[in-house]
């Protein structure tokens, strides 16, 4: 799709949220929001970020389209797209070349500006981790091609089986929600929270992003071992696509699970000291390690 066409259906889709507000209320559509919310997050999480991204885990290709599915249904672009670019995150996070660092370009920008205006990262590089990988597969070509059809088919079915009610508190209210828990990833995770161990950006780990996000909010876990299946270290620190790959890995759908090595729990039992943004602490361990 063009950018300018984009980026009014992008508006559009957020405008769309007040609709629920048209509609007669009942908890059955709140149902319908969080099913619609948590599973594509999960498609997200699971697949774009801890498999594409990060090679977190296997899982069959089977599985591995499915979830990539749910993940473009969410409207955040392709997977190859997106995993890519998570890749350049890593690799300059808070630095020059971090496509959304709120400290590098304001809170606008690492929001909702890097998604939508800035043509730097319209494109993955061929030499990308992520494009050499997975970019000749088939069917995940067609999804980051296409990624505009999995929402559009998501939204026709939720009309066609509901009307107006369903679409709006299946697929235009759960796609905004779900927009902004990604975006604060970018933003919140970079400015508000916690620090358990001492990376060279500004990573925090926050328990209502964590929530929304589908255990995406311990962040600062994520940037100090970005290999861990799980970004939830403890079991207090709730991580639902993690507990979802256990399940896959159950059913004999997942294997070859990352765990978080002994001297990261040892590091974070050691509470080593913050260091100040400016000077922070560029440990090769912190590498992207896709």
Known sequence: MLAPVTTAV??????????????????????????S??????????????????????????????????????????PIWWAGNHIDHHKHADREGDPHSPAMSGFYHAHIGWFLHDTRWKRVAATNPVVRDFGSVPELWFLDRYHWLPPLALALVMFGLGGWPWLAWGFCLPTVTL????????????????????????????????????????????????????NGFYWWEFDPTYYAIRLMEWAGLAWNLQPVPARIYAEAAAGRPLVPAASRVLDPEQAPEA
Not at 53 to 77: I, N, P, S, V
Not at 194 to 216: C, I, K, L, P, Q
């Open 10 to 35: 992008f508006w559009l889709v957020q405008g769309s949220a007040i609709t629920v507000f048209w509609v007669p209320f009942s908890w059955g559509l709140v149902v319908l929001w969080a099913a």
């Open 179 to 230: 927009a902004h828990a990604t975006f604060a990833i970018n933003t919140v995770n970079h400015l508000w929270g916690t620090r358990r161990f001492a990376t060279r950006d500004d990573s925090t780990n926050n328990a209502v992003t964590a929530f929304f996000a589908v255990g995406e909010g311990w962040h600062n876990n994520h940037h100090r071992y970005q290999r861990a299946a799980c």
């Open 37 to 78: 919310h948590f599973l594509r997050a999960i498609g997200l999480t699971l697949a774009f970020h801890r498999y594409f991204a990060h090679r977190a885990f296997e899982m069959t290709r089977g599985a591995r389209f499915l979830w990539a599915l749910a993940g473009t249904a969410a409207m955040q672009k392709g």
